[in-house]
Structures are given as structure tokens and as C-alpha cells.
């Protein structure tokens, strides 16, 4: 028996990094996948398999997650021994994951990764529910990332465009439009939690300054809460190179994300990083009028593609 699971990427339109300190933060889920394959293997080893290769842990050993070498896979087999403890099993599992999301450049690829895995172990017993998915998935996330503020996670379960907070969790953003958006890759990789930790260190020496920025931030997402149920494209485009303007102050972006925030406003109503920043991928918002001319001039020094939101979240095969 094999159990089947996928999950979105995501971008996040707005108040990434001031969501850990609890400002709201406007996220969707994106048209690339994660997908899990699990099943029952005789040997008494968890196996995970993807294209990045082929890691094996004894089911005895999974006591002792902190000797995990790679550490971007312990959280993969936190949700192996979570699952086999629950349902009090000493059974083997493989687990393939596939991905069409770019790794380490801000798309949301290691909390669907998360999910999707979360749902597809678990379902060799039962299947979970959203809820109970997204829960599994944010305490594997942070079992390498503390800091985790679980948007990623949550957006990739349950789809959509939502906004998220700490304090009241993901809602629904009711908005008629069907929003269009180039995704230009910098190929600077990064590591989310490295930026985290540096955005940490620049609020502590500079914590009225960051009070301030986190007022700025709260200003933009409530506006563009406000354009996205309007349906202003235009005002949008303005409050996202103000929120790229927040996040170059934290000092997330480099001199490429500049370059391609740039080059992309020439025609694309705004752009701004998404996601940790510190390389990684920048948005930029288009319609039917200016994508052509955007795409082109992207195409010139990054890779890119666009992306529609997905409105499914997590799905069983
Ligand atoms: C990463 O996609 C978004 C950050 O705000 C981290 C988080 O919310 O956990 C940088």
C-alpha cells in the first residue's frame, strides 16, 4: 500500500520576518508541488528518498534525532517517529519526495516538504485532517527552526491567499481577483534560519528603530488587505516595493534582489523579495498588460516564471 500526499509552495506578498515579532503577514500558495510517497518497507529503517539522494535511519536510532547528520532531514524523520510512537508500530517506512519547488530560495519548498511528508506517513494509518497536519508539520519545522512562525506551513495546507498571525493563526483574504505574479530567482541560496538569527541581531541592537519598522510593516498589510478586496493592482504594486523598502532596512536584501526589484518595477505594477531574503526570489506583481514586457526584461538576468494562486492546499492522492 502506498499513501499519496501533496502540498503547495508559497509566497509571501507581505510581512515576512516581522511576522515572528507579530506583525500580520499576507501569504498564498503557489502552483508548484511537493509530493510524498510513503510506504511499508521488511527492513526496520526509515528511508528517504529524493533527488538531493538517499538517507536511512534505524527505527531504534530515532530516539536520538539529534544525531541526524543532515540536519534538514530531521524533520522528515521527526514525523517517521512521531507517527510510529502514536500508533505504536516498529514497521519500516520509505518515503519519496518529489519537488517542483526550487529549494532555499524563499518559495516555500522545506515547510511543504513538511506537510506533504506529515500527511503521507500518517496516512498509511489514517488520514489526518488539516488541522492535525499542519500541526505535525509546524513541530517538525521546528525542530531545526525554533523560531518558526508556522505561516509557511499553514498557507501550504490549506491554500489560498491568507493572512497570518501568531496570535489569531491563518484567515481566509475574500478577494475577487486572480492575481498574477513573476517569480525571478537571484540563484543567491540562503538559509532561512541564518537570516532569521541576523534579523534577530539587528532588533536587538537596534530595537526603537525596529518598533518603528514593525509599525510601518502593520500600516502596509492592513492597506494591503484593504487593495487586495478592491482589487487595486496599482496600490498593491506601490505598498510592495514599500514593504521591499522595510525589508532592505533589516538587511535582507543584496545587490542582485535590488537589480531585479528594479528592473521589474520599470513595468510590473511593484516587486519585493519573498520570503527570508539574503538572495532567494523576488515577486513581481503583473497583469495581462505588462507580464510580456516584465517576463522579458527579467529573463535578461534571472530565471524566472509566473505564478497563479493555488487554491487547494493539501491534497491526498
Ligand atoms: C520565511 O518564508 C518567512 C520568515 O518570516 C520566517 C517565518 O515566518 O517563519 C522569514
Known sequence: ???????????????????????????????????????????????????????????????????VQQKFMKPFFYIAKKTLMENSIKQGIEIVIESEIPPGVGLGSSSAACVAVAASVNGLFHKLSKDEVVKLAIQAERTIFEQNSGADASVSTFGGLVSYDLKEGFQPIPSRNDLSFIISNSAQVHNTQDVVKQVRKFKEKNEDLFNKLCNEETDIVNNAITSLKENNLNKLGSLMLKNHELLRQIGVSTEKIDLLVHEARKTAHGAKIT???????????????????????????????????????????
Open 1 to 67: 500500500m502506498k499513501s499519496i500526499a501533496s502540498a503547495p509552495g508559497k509566497i509571501i506578498l507581505f510581512g515576512e520576518h516581522f511576522v515572528i515579532y507579530g506583525v500580520k503577514a499576507v501569504l498564498c500558495s503557489t502552483d508548484k508541488r511537493i509530493t510524498a510517497t510513503s510506504q511499508f518497507v521488511d527492513e526496520k529503517i526509515i528511508r528517504i528518498r529524493s533527488s538531493f539522494g538517499e538517507w536511512n535511519m534505524n527505527i531504534d536510532s530515532l530516539n536520538n534525532l539529534e544525531n
Open 275 to 317: 520570503g527570508a531574503g539574503g538572495g532567494g526570489c523576488i515577486i513581481a506583481l503583473v497583469d495581462n498588460s505588462n507580464t510580456k514586457d516584465t517576463l522579458d526584461n527579467l529573463r535578461k538576468i534571472s530565471d524566472c516564471f509566473i505564478t497563479k494562486i493555488d487554491y487547494s492546499g493539501l491534497q491526498y492522492a
